[in-house]
């Protein structure tokens, strides 16, 4: 009796489930390149390698919709990150399942409500305002992934559009006693995760061809230290061209930029004579600081050819928690895109990048890294 009124219960959940279920959609994106890097490691070596996408980077996902009625609608998104050369799992932590978002949430005429592992605001930002809709390779993406940090865990976030306006706004609860004030643990504890406390906020403004926004974002480690990322953009489209402006400013007490960005390889320079450290732990008191700005364009040729190519430069101050200890980098970038169908596109890809004076840490043999890339993608 119990098993029959269970499996009867099932039955009516699954059918009612798929009776008003809107949509559920399996996604993905495939995509691999030959990649070659002059200057790979500390003796200036060359490097051949299978690698994942220049721009994108393989995924597979499912989302859904389900209608509740006057506009109303339950939404969920699940979706890993992978590598096709091997099959593993992109930078996924023990029993993370869904590396790059998990969440639910009520999307409506007001916006969109979702709690879950979510893109930061400034990710959000950028991937409309970048030229290359922020890259994949290092060469190509690196002062996003350090100074905008992609993902956070924890969040609760809204966004909505309203008349050319574009709104958005997250808040990441550190989920450790004290958070926003004095937690518990060591910075090097929590600054490697991504479950301490966030918030970020991003506007937007489009009319006709030009569109123009600005972003702030914050994320604090244990110790209540912050990296703080501001910035903004505009982009304009002119035929078939769009131009693309930009400025990103970040300050980082925390040390986790120059974790990030620094070459494992690199143990002592002439401009930071320190150990592999680098003197990261003097970040509170001397926080890193960088003024970035970029220029960019991106041409469709024909239906079918895209060119795009990008310029970034970014001061640095306090490298390495060192105060007064200042560098630059460097890097332009290209892409050129040919599609085969609606799903299909091949590419070459190249980027270079040159570093000076306290920046040399980021590189692990000469000053300059060059990369040349090709590939193909396939959208399912």
């Known amino acids: 009796m119990k098993k029959s009124l269970l499996t009867l219960a099932l039955g009516s959940l699954f059918a009612g489930g798929a009776y008003a279920q809107t949509s559920v959609t399996l996604y993905g994106i495939a995509d691999a390149s030959i990649h070659y890097t002059t200057n790979a490691d500390a003796q200036n070596h060359g490097l051949t390698a299978m690698d994942d996408g220049a721009i994108t980077q393989s995924r597979w996902g499912m989302k859904g919709a389900e209608a509740l009625g006057n506009n ?43 709690l879950g592992r979510q893109y930061t605001e400034g990710f959000n930002f950028f991937g409309d305002y970048d030229p290359l809709t922020i890259g994949n390779y290092t060469g190509n993406s690196w002062m996003y992934y350090s100074l905008t940090q992609l993902r956070r865990n924890n969040v609760v976030s809204y966004g909505g559009s309203f008349s050319g306006f574009d709104f958005g706004a997250s808040y990441g609860f550190g989920e450790v006693p004290g958070s926003f004030t004095k937690a518990s643990g060591t910075a090097a504890s929590v600054n490697n995760a991504t479950n301490t406390p966030y918030f970020g906020v991003r506007a937007a403004y489009t009319y006709g061809p030009f ?12 110790n209540s230290n912050k990296q703080q990322m ?31 960005l620094n070459n494992a390889a690199v143990v002592t320079t002439t401009a930071n004579p320190a150990p592999a450290t680098l003197g990261t732990a003097g970040a509170n008191a001397n926080p890193r600081k960088d003024t970035l700005g970029y220029i960019g364009v991106t041409y469709q040729v024909t239906p079918a050819w895209a060119l795009t190519g990008a310029f970034y430069g970014d001061y640095v101050e306090n490298k390495n928690g060192i105060a007064n200890n200042s560098g630059r980098r ?31 840490t980021e590189l692990p043999g000469r000053n300059n890294q060059t990369s040349f890339g090709a590939g193909i993608r396939h959208i399912f």
């Open 211 to 222: 569109a123009v926004g600005g972003v702030y974002q914050e994320i604090r480690d244990a």
């Open 72 to 114: 109303l609608k339950a939404i969920f998104q699940l979706e890993n990150g992978y590598s096709l050369d091997n099959g593993k799992m992109n930078g996924a932590s023990t029993g993370q399942l869904f590396n790059r978002q998990a969440y639910v949430g009520l999307a409506g005429d007001f916006g969109a409500v979702k």
């Open 330 to 360: 460097y890097t332009g970038a290209f892409i050129a895109e040919y599609s085969l169908s609606k799903r299909t596109q091949v590419y070459g890809a190249a980027d270079f990048n040159k570093v000076s004076g306290a920046t040399t």
């Open 230 to 260: 501001w910035g903004a953009a505009g982009k304009y489209s002119i035929g078939p061209a769009k131009i693309f402006l930009g400025y990103i400013g970040g300050r980082d007490h925390t040390g986790q930029m120059d974790n990030i």
